[in-house]
């Protein structure tokens, strides 16, 4: 009888440990795949619910559920807010319970779990064992027998915990389980650090995105996202389903700034925008284009409908309130509107630039009022100011109508000028200078571009020939970017004209660059081995991608001049600005910042280490080595290396 009653004792110990062994092994196991499960599921949020259900399991447990802390510091408190969470019985499950979000450790009477946490230590046991101010919510409202809480860390950080709820047993824990269910709160303490860099860096991405595709100053879609736009819309267009591209540009714009000065121009383009925004009703769309030029694309229109538009538009200065920065100047502004009907039959670049020319003529016919470019006349006759600048372009280089100005970069740190930017000017037949705003976009447009650009390395390899001391940087249009016959003919010309290669840079525009890398590769690889160099014009005005700018071997990045004029007033423009100045420099790039218009952006600008500058600060642009130039350029040395002094 003793020997039988020994052997069933031994039998019932042999169970009780192989259950043992299960039910650490279950818990283990369960660990093991909800840690997987963080570390491997795309969505954060399915893979916390995924892995608290698994740890349910494991663990025999009723409920899990994670809770986020918040710190208040004016208040000094510490917040707990119900996140997450699983039961055993579906219906039973509140993730985000409104009843426990933002609750006080110290008035719930959880004080005593709060300094165990930072302490890193865990809340276990039987609920009748623990503090009566913790026993009313957690056993009589939520009927927990025992429960352990594990708190949560990030980058040493309390983030919050997680909890696991026994609502049937008075179930003491094991040290075992204390350890398996602190490494996962130490696994979901690294997936909520991973979740939150990468949530981090989609808000970047967003920003930066949004950077790209909308305006600086208006805040409304630019060019780049008015050209993505325009194009889907000519894809899905057709002569029974017409929609309507409207150029909308403000009368002598250039009369509001030489008058009350850039600061007046900028808050009256952002009044415009602000009253296009609520004229044009999505899906519509409204955009600036650049400088006072403003676009509006039309999901679905006719004639009729777009000119209604066009014509309430029109009106848009006599909207009460809408113009108060030109309250009290005596001035009326008005605008030209150009339509453009869209069938598909045209390419979005030919929409875009007929709607342009169209505006131009009716800016031409007396301003304020609109014109539409009907299907019937198509033919250039309808544009017969485009049709003109045209003409004079053709014929320019022949007749001498083209001209060189240079604008000095000034070392910003040692007070001298760097080298030259050489500017295309032209001149019409009345010996009238024509604005490059009003010219270059033409000449891109109909294919004019290639042979203007021939004409300004030519033009920069002769001056260069003649003063022996100077360094020019030339503008490449993003037109001719990629054209390998001009390429071929820019290195034979500076091979053939005796000019050493370093005297000779290039400039490019950020959207040309993005447009097509590969052949800017290309360009800048063959024209850096001769020993050119390169700057990337208008930075931060293009994409939200800088990846580039590790594949491409430029010199200068210039910092658009948007943002440099409006670091004295706008924090986020100062910041944007040392950003990309700090990010050319981890590349081993200089900068040069563009629209540098008074003393004390140079200051701000030298502050930050800004290497070059250039700007109305030291003078306009002026004709390529007339008899005046020197002088005015000693005079430019003389102010910077003042500057420099003080």
Not at 379 to 388: I, P, S, V, Y
Not at 419 to 426: I, P, Q, V, Y
Not at 434 to 450: H, K, Q, R, Y
Not at 565 to 591: C, F, Q, W, Y
Request: glycine letters at 8%; aromatic letters at 8%; a negative charge.
């Amino acid at each position: 009888m003793t020997l039988y009653n020994s052997s069933a004792a031994g039998t019932a110990k042999e169970n009780d440990l192989e259950k043992a062994l299960q039910k650490q092994e279950r818990l283990l196991y369960g660990v093991t795949c909800a840690t997987n499960r963080l570390l491997t599921r795309q969505s954060f949020g399915e893979a916390v619910e995924d892995a608290l259900a698994i740890l349910g399991r494991a663990v025999d447990v009723d409920r899990v559920y994670l809770f986020e802390n918040t710190w208040l510091p004016d208040q000094r408190e510490w917040l707990m807010s119900h996140r997450q969470e699983w039961c055993s019985d579906p219906a039973r499950a509140h993730p985000f319970h409104p009843q426990l979000q933002n609750r006080s450790y110290r008035q719930s009477g959880f004080q005593r779990w709060l300094d165990t946490f930072l302490q890193g230590g865990l809340i276990r046991g039987l609920v009748q064992d623990f503090p009566e101010s913790e026993q009313i919510p957690l056993h009589m409202h939520h009927k927990i027998c025992s429960l352990i809480a594990v708190p949560i860390f990030t980058d040493d950080q309390l983030w919050g915990f997680i909890g696991f709820d026994d609502c049937r047993l008075l179930r003491q824990w094991t040290p075992q389980e204390e350890a398996a269910l602190s490494t996962v709160a130490y696994s979901l303490g690294g997936a909520i650090k991973h979740q939150r860099t990468l949530d981090e860096q989609k808000k970047a991405e967003e920003r930066l995105r949004h950077m790209a595709s909308h305006d600086f100053l208006t805040g409304i879609p630019n060019r780049y996202h008015l050209e993505m736009a325009l194009a889907q819309a000519v894809e899905a267009a057709a002569p029974d389903r017409t929609k309507a591209l409207l150029f909308v540009d403000i009368d002598n714009f250039n009369v509001i700034n030489d008058l009350l000065g850039h600061d007046v121009g900028d808050r009256l383009l952002i009044a415009l925008a602000a009253v296009l925004r609520r004229k044009v009703i999505p899906p519509n769309m409204v955009a600036r284009l650049g400088g006072d030029e403003f676009a509006v694309l039309l999901s679905a229109a006719d004639e009729e409908t777009a000119c209604q538009v066009a014509d309430e538009l029109l009106r848009w200065d006599q909207e009460e309130g809408s113009m108060p920065v030109l309250s009290g100047q005596g001035l009326r502004l008005t605008t030209s509107v150009g339509i453009v009907l869209i069938d598909g039959a045209m390419s979005p670049q030919q929409v875009l630039a007929r709607a342009g020319t169209t505006m131009h003529l009716a800016k031409s016919m007396g301003r304020g009022r609109r014109l539409i470019a009907r299907a019937d006349e198509h033919g250039l006759n309808r544009l017969e100011k485009a049709q003109q600048l045209i003409d004079l372009l053709k014929d320019a280089a022949e007749e001498g109508r083209f001209s060189l100005f240079f604008m000095p970069i000034v070392n910003l740190q040692e007070g001298s000028v760097r080298h030259h930017e050489a500017l295309l000017r032209l001149s019409d037949r009345k010996g009238r200078w024509i604005s490059p705003g009003e010219f270059i976009p033409v000449a891109e447009n109909f294919g004019l571009m290639t042979d203007i650009d021939r004409w300004v390395v030519g033009e920069a390899l002769r001056i260069l020939r003649a003063h022996p001391q100077l360094e020019l940087y030339i503008n490449i249009s993003g037109e001719s970017l990629g054209d390998m016959e001009l390429l071929q003919f820019i290195t034979g010309a500076i091979r053939s004209s005796g000019v050493a290669p370093e005297r000779l840079g290039f400039e490019i525009t950020e959207t040309a660059v993005v447009r097509d890398l590969i052949k800017a590769q290309q360009w800048v690889g063959e024209l850096k081995k001769l020993g050119c160099s390169f700057a990337i014009d208008d930075f931060g005005n293009g994409y939200s991608s800088f990846s580039y700018l590790f594949r491409l071997p430029v010199d200068y990045i210039k910092i658009d001049g948007a943002y440099v004029r409006a670091i004295e007033e706008n924090p986020e423009s100062m910041a944007l600005v040392k950003g990309i100045n700090d990010l050319a420099h981890s590349l081993g790039k200089r900068t040069i910042a563009e629209y540098v218009e008074n003393e004390q952006i140079w200051r701000r600008l030298k502050a930050m280490g800004i290497e070059c500058g250039q700007g109305y600060y030291w003078g306009a642009p002026r004709p390529a080595i007339e008899e005046t130039y020197c002088g005015w350029l000693a005079g430019v040395m003389d102010v910077a290396k003042a500057g420099v002094e003080k």
